[in-house]
């Protein structure tokens, strides 16, 4: 037989199968934590109204931010978030994009910025770095960031060899539903300080 036949058939076999995952789609959706509760005054026939599941947000903490590492050149400073998943169903998160700053002296100073993960770019994606978190269970997300000494802030400085320094975290998590192909892009901004 000819070979092009049996590459023919596995191009339109593929074909179907990702357009049935694109077609399939998902009915659940994301929405902030609102208080949408119906009251007796609102005539809401429940047979009527088509049921959508709704998934709660994700839910961030930073977990812990040190400073293992210091000497008159560098510093290095670790930080670990840990992601939660309230929801029964899983979820994706693409990228956690993140600004770190220390608040403890006269002026707030942005000292780095970091990315955990990636966006998938175009409809397949090979070798992404996300991160599937199962239904209601936790990841933790580390990163470690290394301060190079430029003599320009003593103050910092001393604040990190002594540990007193003062921190501010913020930035966005991007997450969607336990599919890349169904559902919308999620995003949720945090800030903590400690």
Do not use: C
Request: overall charge negative.
């Amino acid at each position: 037989m000819n070979p092009k036949i049996f590459v023919g058939i596995a191009i339109v076999g593929l074909i179907a199968v990702l357009g049935g995952i694109l077609l399939m789609g998902s009915s659940v959706t994301i929405e902030p934590q609102t208080n949408n509760s119906v009251t007796d005054d609102q005539n809401v026939n429940e047979s009527k109204v088509p049921t959508v599941s709704q998934a709660l947000p994700l839910q961030i903490e930073l977990d812990d931010i040190s400073v293992p590492k210091i000497s008159e050149r560098t510093a290095t400073i670790e930080l670990a978030f840990k992601i939660s998943n309230p929801n029964e169903r899983s979820m994706i998160v693409q990228v956690m994009d993140y600004q770190l700053f220390e608040t403890g002296y006269s002026e707030t100073e942005q000292l780095s910025g970091g990315q955990i993960g990636n966006r998938p770019e175009g409809m397949v994606e090979f070798g992404s770095n996300y991160y599937t978190l199962l239904g209601e269970n936790s990841i933790f997300l580390r990163d470690k960031i290394v301060l190079k000494n430029t003599g320009n802030t003593p103050e910092l400085w001393s604040a990190l060899e002594d540990g007193t320094a003062k921190w501010k975290v913020s930035g966005d998590v991007f997450y969607n539903l336990s599919s890349m192909t169904s559902g919308q892009e999620n995003e949720l901004h945090f800030e903590f300080t400690k």
